[in-house]
Antibody, heavy 119, light 109 residues
Framework: QVHLVQSGAEVQKPGASVKVSCKASGYTFTDYYMHWVRQAPGQGLEWMGWININSGGTNYAQKFQGRVTMTGDTSINTAYLDLSGLGSDDTAFYYC????????????WGQGTLVTVSS | DIVLTQSPAILSVSPGERATLSCRASQSVPSSFLAWYQQKPGQAPRLIIQGASYRATGIPDRFSGSGSGTDFTLTISRLEPEDFAVYYCQQFGRSRSITFGQGTRLEIK
């Protein structure tokens, strides 16, 4: 069965960067996309972008362009989200979610990683 | 980008009754690319409806989706206690980007 397991909670200072990992199992990692979605406490879902794991191609939401990088390591079936220039409004749960073969969201999500930005 | 507007923001319904949630798009959305998610506190979202009207795997038949173009609806007949949650609509656009509605909180009346 498909599982996405994310790295643990992070506390970062304003201006710093954070890297969140998402280890996939139960399917062929390179056959699917990986999306990243975030959710600030008590707020709605915000899509950040996707990576085509096979080609490495990315599509970032305009809001995050310039400070987000999504990568994948096919040797260990792990996707990564790098977010730089953190501010307090980046405090949120960050979810990885598998994308289907067309790039749309699929039905498999990680458990979420809480990133707290605080001085 | 296409904006999805959900209404109402909060819906209060009694168990056993029917709930109707609305999602309106700022531009036409192909039905194939409209989905609904359910999210409970402390959990990741769960896919309920894909392709506007097709229940995802394991979703009970009291959940149904309908609509086309710019107006879509999620209906939950005979509400069970476990159905009270936040529901989001989501679309996959021509630019291959994704947007979510702001959510509807379904609460027990």
């Amino acid at each position: 069965q498909v599982h996405l397991v994310q790295s643990g909670a992070e506390v970062q200072k304003p201006g710093a960067s954070v890297k969140v990992s998402c280890k996939a199992s139960g399917y062929t990692f390179t056959d699917y996309y990986m999306h990243w979605v975030r959710q600030a406490p008590g707020q709605g879902l915000e899509w950040m972008g996707w990576i085509n794991i096979n080609s490495g191609g990315t599509n970032y939401a305009q809001k995050f362009q310039g400070r987000v990088t999504m990568t994948g390591d096919t040797s260990i079936n792990t996707a990564y989200l790098d977010l730089s220039g953190l501010g307090s409004d980046d405090t949120a749960f960050y979810y990885c979610a598998r994308g289907d073969v067309y790039g749309d969201l699929d039905d498999f999500w990680g458990q979420g990683t809480l990133v707290t930005v605080s001085s | 980008d296409i904006v999805l507007t959900q209404s109402p923001a909060i819906l209060s319904v009694s168990p056993g009754e029917r709930a109707t949630l609305s999602c309106r798009a700022s531009q036409s959305v192909p039905s194939s690319f409209l989905a609904w998610y359910q999210q409970k506190p402390g959990q990741a979202p769960r896919l309920i409806i894909q392709g506007a009207s097709y229940r995802a795997t394991g979703i009970p038949d009291r959940f149904s989706g309908s609509g086309s173009g710019t107006d879509f609806t999620l209906t939950i007949s005979r509400l069970e206690p476990e159905d009270f949650a936040v529901y989001y609509c989501q679309q996959f656009g021509r630019s291959r980007s994704i947007t979510f509605g702001q959510g509807t909180r379904l609460e027990i009346k």
